[in-house]
């Protein structure tokens, strides 16, 4: 099992281009999960998705869009990337909100 | 939302010594995940203790959901200990696992 696996681990761009992270688990769960972490902070949630096809706004939605077309993958866009996103990110899955998260080895973004 | 709070923020532990690191949180829960998050970034999940207590190695972790608390043990502390550790509960109202800001531990020889 490979568990929760992301794609790029890093990537730099600049200011106005976009870009799509993959995440993809192997746990056949039904949530997944994408959070930003910042210097000093904990994970702050973006989206998430309770089910294929699904997908919901979290605590920082802005700048970004994401799309869960199978049950496996979940993608994290940002259209027209900004400063502000430079952050690593990480995405998540789980059977249900109560259960277990496990989370992939992040992306590193950094936005010139 | 819920709010959770890590303490102490940081902390420096001779190689061999042990520690407690606290987390408080500000609501009823029925589950709480501790981290540790590597000096490599990456997340490792180290207990899903919604109560009571539990045991892995060195590691150990009680949560008292009652009085809104949960502790996590270090027992002689290695320097692959360093890092941060985390503290995250499921905020239903808002879909997501609220995090604490987290516990610098290093771990010096």
């Known amino acids: 099992n490979a568990g929760v696996t992301q794609t790029p681990k890093f990537r730099v761009l600049k200011t106005g281009q976009s870009m799509t992270l993959l995440c993809a688990q192997d746990?056949?769960?039904?949530?997944m999960y994408w959070y930003r972490q910042d210097p000093g902070m904990g994970l702050r949630l973006i989206h998430y998705?309770?089910?294929?096809?699904?997908?919901a706004k979290g605590e920082v939605p802005d700048g970004y869009n994401v799309s869960r077309l199978k049950k496996q993958n979940f993608l994290l866009g940002l259209e027209s990337a900004a400063p502000s996103q430079t952050s690593v990110y990480f995405c998540?899955?789980?059977?249900?909100?109560?259960?277990?998260?496990?989370f992939g080895p992040g992306t590193r973004l950094t936005v010139l | 939302g819920i709010q959770v709070e890590q303490s102490p923020p940081d902390l420096i532990l001779q190689e061999g010594a042990n520690s407690t690191l606290r987390c408080n949180f500000s609501?009823?829960?029925?589950?709480l995940q501790w981290f540790h998050q590597n000096p490599w970034g990456q997340l490792i999940n180290l207990f899903y203790?919604?109560?009571g207590t539990k045991q892995n190695g060195r590691l150990s972790a009680t949560t008292v959901a009652t009085e809104r608390y949960s502790l996590l043990y270090i027992s002689s502390s290695q320097t692959t200990d360093s890092g941060v550790y985390f503290c995250?509960?499921?905020?239903?109202?808002?879909?997501?696992?609220?995090f604490g800001k987290g516990n610098q531990v290093v771990v010096i020889p």
């Open positions: 998540a899955s789980s059977y249900s909100l109560g259960n277990e998260q496990f």
């Open positions: 746990m056949n769960h039904e949530y």
């Open positions: 998705s309770v089910g294929e096809g699904t997908t």
């Open positions: 609501d009823s829960v029925n589950n």
């Open positions: 203790i919604p109560s």
């Open positions: 995250a509960v499921v905020d239903y109202g808002n879909n997501r696992l609220a």
